[in-house]
């Protein structure tokens, strides 16, 4: 295993070269349809090298169990250094390869469970395609995820909003701010805020952390509302926009880990020659 964790040295020393070169990962570059097309090419390459090159160096460290802990490590190691310093460390070349790898174990993995099935299968399956399936929509996904935010005044309609770079977006449909309410406690603290829109003729009701679905992919938050208590001035609402057309793949992710935690409580550890259900050769 000596020459596996050189290899594994050199694959991240490889990603931290990218990241002092040229910065954070282009995710623009990965949008929609490139990151499908690579998720495809990149599930199929796997498959090919776990038929036909099981035996080679690469696929065995892959299927190792050690690497399991080792790929874990490191993006747990990666999710410390994120809540500990201000930057975001979730775009670097080192944490999208500590991913990328991490992924390719747990679909080797289920290659190899799928090929080889043993007593309470189904349960490995959910659990493991489950995260898998979590952890690919986030990673293949993140260039598809937007946001947009458009501040509008009562009795203002908008049609446009803009990006963090300032970059315009044309809406499909006009929302119309009708009135924007905001309760108050005794000692002045806002309560609860609400605004209600006008959106092609139909009248929505907005609250925070209470997003109006727009379609399969976008929703409709409420950042919140100005108006001063007491005051009868016109008042405005930041509204935000966001796009995650992923979302889908990771909550597919989730039930699946639910499920196979319910057969994981239900059926108990499964336990043969010593081994527990799940352990590898």
């Known amino acids: 295993m000596g020459s596996a964790y050189f290899a594994w040295v050199l694959y991240f020393a490889a990603a931290v070269v990218c990241q002092l070169l040229w910065g954070d990962v282009p995710v623009g570059f990965l949008a929609f349809p490139v990151n499908v097309a690579l998720l495809l ?9 776990y038929k036909e090159k099981r035996r080679s160096a690469f696929v065995v460290w892959l299927l190792d169990v050690r690497t399991t802990f080792l790929l874990l490590g490191v993006c747990a190691v990666c ?27 747990l679909l080797m993995i289920v290659f190899r469970r799928l090929e080889h099935p043993c007593p309470y299968n189904l349960r490995f399956v959910l659990n493991h395609v489950g995260l898998f399936l979590l952890l690919a929509g986030g990673f293949w996904g993140v260039s598809d995820q937007h946001e947009w935010r458009a501040r509008v005044a009562e009795g203002e309609t908008v049609c446009e909003v ?12 006009e929302l119309r701010l009708l009135q924007v309410e905001t309760d108050y406690y ?21 609250r ?6 727009l379609s399969w992919r976008d929703k409709m938050y ?32 989730i039930l699946m880990l ?23 050769e």
């Open 79 to 105: 999710a410390l250094i994120q809540g500990l310093v201000p930057f975001r460390v979730t775009g670097s070349w080192w944490f999208g390869a500590a991913l990328l790898a991490l992924l390719s174990h």
């Open 41 to 49: 090419l990149w599930c199929v390459c796997l498959w090919v090298l």
């Open 186 to 206: 005794a000692d002045g603290t806002p309560r609860n805020y609400e605004a209600r829109l006008q959106k092609d003729g139909r009248e929505i009701v907005l």
């Open 222 to 253: 409420l950042m919140g509302v100005d108006r001063t208590a007491g005051q009868a001035a016109d008042g405005h609402c930041v509204l935000l926009f966001v796009r995650q057309p992923w979302q889908w793949v990771q909550w597919s992710g």
């Open 162 to 173: 803009y990006d963090a770079a300032g970059r315009k977006k044309v809406l499909e449909y």
């Open 258 to 280: 639910l499920a196979g935690g319910v057969l994981l409580f239900v059926q108990g550890v499964y336990r043969k020659g010593g081994k527990a259900d799940g352990d590898v």
């Open 208 to 213: 925070v952390n209470h997003p109006y679905v």
